[in-house]
């Protein structure tokens, strides 16, 4: 069974940035490909970044793209999200998430993630 615990989290003003982390335990890791998504109040879930098993590609949503930076550690065990230049409406809380192991591509897709983080909670004041 894979566990992943996210940290990073936290309030920061409009235009800063922080650094979500996500630490997995279990052999499987660097056998997964990793998300990110995020939830804010009263909406749904959604895809907001996604990382290969390798690294060696990602995927953003528009909403981040130029903003955001996924990035992995196979050694470490933990897969990053590098959030510059933050927005209100990036307020949410955010969930990293892992692939099944094996499969060889990215999904954005929820149902597609076989486990999740407890979540980490990004207010962004205006």
């Known amino acids: 069974q894979v566990q992943l615990v996210e940290s990073g989290g936290g309030l920061v003003q409009a235009g800063g940035s922080l650094r979500l982390s996500c630490a997995a335990s279990?052999?499987?890791?660097?056998?997964?490909?990793m998300g990110w998504f995020r939830q804010a109040p009263g909406k749904e879930r959604e895809f907001v970044a996604v990382?290969?098993?390798?690294?060696?590609?990602?995927y953003y949503a528009d909403s981040v793209k130029g903003r955001f930076t996924i990035s992995r550690d196979n050694a470490k065990n933990t897969v990053y999200l590098q959030m510059n230049n933050l927005k209100p409406e990036d307020t949410a809380v955010y969930y990293c998430?892992?692939?099944?192991?094996?499969?060889?591509?990215?999904?954005?897709?929820?149902?597609?993630?076989?486990?999740w983080g407890q979540g980490a909670q990004v207010t962004v004041s205006s």
């Open positions: 998430a892992g692939g099944p192991p094996g499969y060889a591509g990215t999904s954005r897709r929820p149902q597609d993630y076989d486990y």
């Open positions: 990382i290969s098993r390798s690294g060696s590609s990602t």
């Open positions: 279990g052999r499987t890791f660097s056998n997964s490909y």
